[in-house]
C-alpha cells in the first residue's frame, strides 16, 4: 500500500554555473556606445556583464554548467534521465542545444531538448521537469537555462545593448519520495500573451533569407507590463500553495533590472534582505539569469536546506510565470 502521506516530487539536488571569462563593464560599454555608468547603474542597477568569447556557445556553457550541477549532486552523466535547455541563442537550429550538451557530458543515457520562452525558458523548463519527473517518465532532469545574447545585440541601439550579458546556470532535479512539507518544486505557473510579442522580440531567424536578427525592444512598454504580471504569477503560486509572502525565506527573480525587482518585492512585501539580486555582476542573462541567481546564493550559504523558495521570469512572448520549491 502507497504511503499517503508521501509524495514523489522533483527535488532539487545540485546547482552549477559558468560565466565567460571576459568581463564587460559600464565604463567599457561607454567606450563603445553613447552611454554613462550613471546612466546604466540609475536606469538598471547593472554595473557589468560577461561577453563570450567564440568558443562560448549556449551548448558550450551548459555542459559546463551542467558538469557542475551533476558534480554537486554526486551523479554520474550515465545515470542522467533528461537534459531540458532554455535558450533562445542556440549554437544551431537543430540539433538541440541540449543534445549538445548531453554529448559533452556522455550523458549516454538521457535525451534532451530546448525550450524556447526566452528570459521565462528557465521556469518552463523547470514546469516541463517537473511533469516529467511527477509522471514517473523520468528519475532526473538537468534544467539549464544558457544564453549568448552578445551575439544577437544590436551596438547601434544604446537602449538594449547595455542590458544583456551571457552565461549559464544549471539544476539537477531527482525524483524523491518525501513528505507532504519535504522538499522539491511545489508549483510552476506559466503563462503566455502572442499579442505582445512585437514589444520584445528578435527581428530575424535561420528560417529568414540573409537575415539572423537583433534583439528588438520597447523598454517603457516591457517594464509597464513587468511589475503587474509578475507579482500576478507570484500571487497564484503562494494561493495555490496556502501560503503568504511571510513564508518566502528567498525571492529569486529573473535578473533584467534592478527597478522591476524591486518593484515585485516591495509589491509582495519582501525585505530586500531576502531577494537575491545578481544583475549588478550579470546584466539580463535571459533564461540563465534565475540559475545563475540561485546557484550563487546556495553556493555561499543564503539559500539553505529546508527553506522555501520562489522564482518568477518574464521575457519575450511575453511569456512569464513562477515556480515555488523547498530546498
Ligand atoms: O528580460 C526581458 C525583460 N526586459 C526588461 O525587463 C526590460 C524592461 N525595461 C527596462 O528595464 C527599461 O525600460 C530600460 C532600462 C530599458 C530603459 O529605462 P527607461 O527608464 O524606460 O528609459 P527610456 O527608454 O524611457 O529612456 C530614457 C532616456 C531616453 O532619452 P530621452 O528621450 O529622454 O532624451 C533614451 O534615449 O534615456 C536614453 N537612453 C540612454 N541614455 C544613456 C536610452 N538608453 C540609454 C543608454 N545610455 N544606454
Known sequence: MPDKNRLRRAVLTGTGTYLPEKIVTNADMALQVDTSDDWITERTGIKQRHFAAPHETAAFMGA??????????????????????????????????????????????????????????????????????????????????????????????????????????AVLLQARDVEKDGAGLLSTHLHSDGRLAEILYVDGAVGQPDKPGHLVMNGREVFRHAVTLLSGAVNE????????????????PHQANKRIIDGVGKKLGLPPERVVVTVDKHANTSAASIPLALAAAVADGRIKPGQIVLLEALGGGLTWGSALLRL
Do not use: K
Not at 503560486?237 to 529569486?252: E, G, M, P, R
Open 64 to 169: 559546463e554548467a551542467g558538469r557542475r550541477a551533476l558534480e554537486a549532486a554526486g551523479m554520474a552523466p550515465e545515470q542522467l534521465g533528461a537534459i531540458i535547455v532554455g535558450t533562445s541563442t542556440p549554437d544551431q537550429a537543430f540539433p538541440s542545444t541540449a543534445v549538445h550538451v548531453q554529448a559533452a557530458l556522455g550523458a549516454t543515457n538521457a535525451y534532451g531538448f530546448d525550450i524556447a520562452a526566452a528570459c521565462s525558458g528557465f521556469i518552463f523548463g523547470l514546469s516541463v521537469a517537473d511533469a516529467m519527473i511527477r509522471s514517473g517518465q523520468v528519475e532526473s532532469v538537468l534544467v539549464i537555462g544558457s544564453e549568448v545574447y552578445s551575439r544577437i545585440l544590436n551596438f547601434a541601439d544604446r537602449g538594449t545593448c547595455v542590458l544583456f550579458g551571457d552565461g549559464a546556470g
Open 237 to 252: 503560486a503562494l494561493a495555490a500553495n496556502s501560503l503568504t509572502a511571510a513564508d518566502i525565506d528567498w525571492l529569486v
